[in-house]
């Protein structure tokens, strides 16, 4: 049985759903494979809602880890690193007792499912880590606003979402998998035109997130996002898509590939979800 390793912060009904579509696919037979531990950086008492995401781990029966990263960074003496890519001595530590605490499972795949630390080069060199970026193969970086905002400033026809291998750097590692989806046509062309006299930055000045073609580019995004996730580990399980020991992701035939396209299946997931 195919056995995957499960990291989250679990911050809320983002985990939750994600965690839940995850169980289900596996309860139902359409994921041939078992989620071996689930990882948690927050323990009980943290938070109300990482207290319901633990409760959820432990109803499902599926073996519970914790190690809070918060408690450990006090017990330290330690602030939360501000500058992106530092990783001081007791951030390296902590994954150190991560691992430690983690040995005895062996997962053949791990995943970040709302977890929202950065691990460092040790821990990713243990375990095939991946993790999700709402953006295409070669779209913007950064978070989900900033890929929207860019999206739209670009007068761009495609987006999409990948999952890439987790490597120290945030967000660059190598595409193991994706879809994408039209941002242009009937269900979105009357936003565009309502952009026809107005800048970029005044609109994301003035409307934001309200902004209706902000909304609809991002409610597509969402809608594909634990789609994506669930089919790209089934393509794993089902030994379609791999990561090499030198992490390369390369094919059943072992040919390296820039990133598995999964959009066929994932839009008719959509359609019949």
Known sequence: MYKIGWFSTGRGEGSKGLLREMQS???SGKVQAKLEFVFCSREYGETEATDQYLKMVEDYNIPLVCFSYQKYRRSRGEL?????????QWRLDYDREVMARLKNFQPDLSVLAGFMLIFGEEMCNRYDIINLHPAAPGGPAGMWQDVIWELI??????HGVKMHL????LDVGPTVSYCTFPIKGE????YWRELDQQ????VRKTQGEDN???NKIRQYGVARETPLTVATIKAFSEGRVKIAADKRVIDAGGKD?????LTGEIEDEIKTG
């Open 25 to 27: 696919s596996i309860e």
């Open 80 to 88: 939360t690193p501000k500058t992106p890519g530092t990783m001081p």
């Open 153 to 158: 400033e670009r007068n761009a026809s495609e």
């Open 166 to 169: 987790v490597i120290p750097e």
């Open 187 to 190: 269900h979105f062309d009357k």
């Open 199 to 202: 800048s970029v930055e005044y």
């Open 212 to 214: 209706l073609l902000f």
């Open 257 to 261: 590939i820039e990133g598995y396209d």
